[in-house]
């Protein structure tokens, strides 16, 4: 198993592009989530989905959109990138919505300029 | 809503020498979690605690709940250059994953 991965390791956007953070797991876990890592913040929750076609919004959702299509994939979507949001972002999944650890994949680490 | 300290929030210690980090909740938490992210790295989960009063090891860690199941540290005995890394406590009030509030960590640092 791969595990949970994410793609692209490294990005650099300038002020207003759009782009998505991909995230894939093969673990058959119906919850993911996506979380962003600033220093001395620890990790704060974005948005989550208990299950293909069901998201929510965490936290801290403003500028950012998901959707889950299969139970595979969750993308995050920056829809209008800001400096604000450089940070290191990181997806997450586990068996289900209760409880159980969360398996985080490598992170992309993203700059807007 | 509710908010998990940890402190401290940056430790450096020599190898060998021994290592806490105390997180605390502002609300009765269900369950905590700790993780720990070596630099560069993800987190990766170490352990949940569920029950009051709890204690658990791993190895050279110990990880205790609270009684009132608002607090929690993990102690490190005799730390080596393996250890070094971040560690998060993350609390859950309820069963959901969803709720899970992370801890801003300790940064730990390991002089050899």
């Known amino acids: 198993n791969a595990g949970v991965t994410q793609t692209p390791k490294f990005q650099v956007l300038k002020t207003g592009q759009s782009m998505t953070l991909q995230c894939a797991q093969d673990?058959?876990?119906?919850?993911m989530s996506w979380y962003r890592q600033d220093p001395g913040m620890g990790l704060r929750l974005i948005h989550y989905s208990v299950g293909a076609g069901i998201t929510d919004q965490g936290e801290v959702p403003n500028g950012y959109n998901v959707s889950r299509s299969t139970t595979e994939d969750f993308p995050l979507r920056l829809l209008s990138a800001a400096p604000s949001q450089t940070s290191v972002y990181f997806c997450?999944?586990?068996?289900?919505?209760?409880?159980?650890?969360?398996?985080f994949g490598p992170g992309t680490r993203l700059t807007v300029t | 809503g509710q908010q998990v300290m940890q402190i401290p929030q940056y430790q450096h210690v020599q190898e060998g020498e021994d290592f806490t980090t105390y997180c605390n909740s502002s609300?009765?938490?269900?369950?905590i979690q700790w993780y720990k992210q070596r630099p560069g790295g993800h987190p990766v989960f170490l352990i949940q605690l569920v029950k009051s009063g709890e204690v658990k090891k791993q190895k050279r860690l110990t990880f205790q709940f609270g009684e009132a199941k608002k607090n929690s540290s993990l102690h490190i005995t005799a730390t080596q250059t393996t250890d070094v890394g971040t560690y998060f406590c993350a609390g859950n009030p309820s069963g959901s994953a969803r709720q899970l509030t992370f801890g801003s960590g300790t940064q730990l640092t390991v002089l050899p």
């Open positions: 673990m058959n876990h119906e919850y």
């Open positions: 609300t009765t938490l269900s369950n």
């Open positions: 997450a999944s586990s068996y289900s919505d209760n409880t159980y650890e969360q398996y």
